[in-house]
């Protein structure tokens, strides 16, 4: 049973304009969740983390959103390199430790 | 400041043998996770050491087990391999959850 869901398999976005990630999640115990991008034959890279109790943290060109009545997370990218090109996983935890993780969307940005 | 690093990067095995994969975390990160990734899949977690104890565990058989060492370095043992096991182990060490956590690059295992 996947409690966290990414259904965008792929994504392509133009250099310079906004890419937007989802992330969907079936418990609502959950209470931490991350961002991560992993390029090819490397381990996921964090990029961001957003807890329950806020709706929204930036970090530079990086932005996470949390509408835990939704259960749904998303990532924004503004604005979008070619270097941000990898697959992003979100991941979602209830106690901080065990984190679920989302099958991944594959972005490509570009040029 | 020395990252996450996993020990071999790649291994063949025979369904049925046992293997142990090595980790060591991040400098000052006392928490060490596992996690299996299959192709085409997330990271699946197996399981979590705070200062040598298991800290956690995800559904995974009890053939999978693990230890932490007192410098936080850790290993993942899995005995009686099966061709289901052939994925991509993942370590990763992490001090607070906000901070993330910090993964290595991997062990590529297969299983024949």
């Known amino acids: 049973d996947q409690q966290v869901k990414q259904n965008s398999p792929s994504l392509s976005v133009q250099e310079g304009r906004i890419s937007i990630l989802n992330c969907d999640y079936t418990n609502s115990m959950f209470d931490y969740f991350l961002w991560y991008k992993k390029y090819p034959a490397e381990g996921p890279t964090f990029l961001i983390s957003i807890s329950s109790i806020k709706d929204k943290n930036e970090d530079g060109r990086f932005t996470v959103f949390l509408n835990k009545s939704a259960k749904h997370l998303s990532l924004h990218i503004v604005p979008s390199q070619p270097g941000d090109s990898a697959v992003y996983f979100c991941a979602a935890a209830n106690t901080g430790n065990q984190f679920y993780f989302g099958t991944g969307t594959s972005l490509t940005v570009i040029p | 400041e020395t990252g996450v690093t996993q020990s071999p990067t790649h291994l063949i095995k025979t369904r049925g043998q046992q293997v142990t994969l090595r980790c060591s975390s991040q400098?000052?990160?006392?928490?060490v996770s596992w996690y299996q990734q299959a192709l085409g899949q997330g990271p699946q977690f197996i399981f979590q050491y705070y200062r040598e104890e298991e800290n956690g565990r995800g559904n995974f058989p009890p053939r999978f087990s693990g230890l932490q060492f007192p410098n936080y370095s850790s290993e993942l043992n899995v005995n009686a391999l099966e061709l289901d096991d052939s994925a991509l182990y993942l370590c990763a060490s992490s001090l607070t959850w906000d901070r993330g956590l910090h993964f290595g690059p991997g062990t590529r295992l297969t299983v024949t």
């Open positions: 400098s000052g990160h006392n928490t």
